[in-house]
């Protein structure tokens, strides 16, 4: 059981203070009848809850994909630069939501954020075997040799070995590439060492979620149902 702001506020569209206010104003009933006192307890698993008579949906937890512009941070803070937080309003920071994992500064594309650690660590977990597709623009021709050698596993120039790899040719220097592990700089290192370096890289998925058709660089929204079923089918249960 909590209180009736706390639920309103949690599922997002409202902070605490308007919540409060929003039912002392009468705006909201539970199961069926108008509640004014913003301490009154509610069941998060039972009751039915409205405001200006829309149901509100408890999320005990919230979950965000963002299409990462160029030239920000994925970290949640930064003294001196702009992070991928600074996109979202107070009133989804609120929640606490962070990133879940890392791209690079440059490097656009899909970004879950959310404020529910264990999932998020399991989603980085390193046996967790999600695979993620990104789309590269290179310095140079890819070939049918650069794409056996990413089936092969590469051996980076640090002598680091990777898992196999996808490595999708679209048109000389496009390619889908398909990772299922983290290192640090992965795909930009891959290529480099097969001797085309990176010019543009642009994550389209992670696991069973993509990004939406003509999404652009700086949208973000909530995962709907779909999108956490999507997620959740690729996402290991055990931590
Ligand atoms: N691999 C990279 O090299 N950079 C990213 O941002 C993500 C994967």
Redesign the pocket.
């Known amino acids: 059981m909590i209180r009736l702001d706390k639920y309103i506020a949690d599922s997002g569209s409202l902070t605490r203070s308007q919540a409060s206010k929003a039912i002392r104003d009468g705006r909201v009933a539970v199961n069926g009848t108008v509640v004014r006192r913003p301490e009154q307890k509610v069941d998060e698993t039972r009751d039915s809850v409205l405001l200006d008579a829309v149901p509100v949906r408890y999320e005990a937890f919230h979950f965000y994909m963002l299409d990462k512009p160029a030239g920000i941070l994925t970290a949640s803070r930064d003294r001196t630069q702009k992070t991928v937080l600074d996109l979202f309003p107070p009133e989804i920071r609120k929640h606490g939501i962070f990133p879940v994992g890392?791209?690079?500064k440059e490097?656009t594309g899909l970004l879950l954020l959310t404020d529910d650690g264990d999932t998020a660590h399991r989603i980085l977990a390193p046996k967790s075997d999600i695979s993620k597709v990104?789309e590269a623009r290179v310095d140079g021709i890819l070939t049918e040799e650069d794409m056996m050698r990413f089936r092969e596993g590469l051996v980076l120039g640090d002598g680091t070995r990777c898992l196999p790899a996808g490595l999708k040719i679209l048109d000389g220097n496009r390619a889908l590439v398909t990772?299922r592990e983290?290192k640090y700089?992965?795909?930009?290192?891959m290529l480099a060492s097969v001797g085309k370096p990176?010019l543009e890289?642009r994550?389209l998925s992670v696991g069973g979620l993509s990004l939406d058709p003509g999404s652009e660089p700086g949208r973000f929204r909530a995962l709907d149902e779909e999108d956490l079923c999507k997620l959740f089918m690729t996402v290991p249960l055990e931590k």
């Open positions: 890392r791209l690079d490097t990104y990772v983290g700089h992965q795909v930009r290192r990176v890289l994550r």
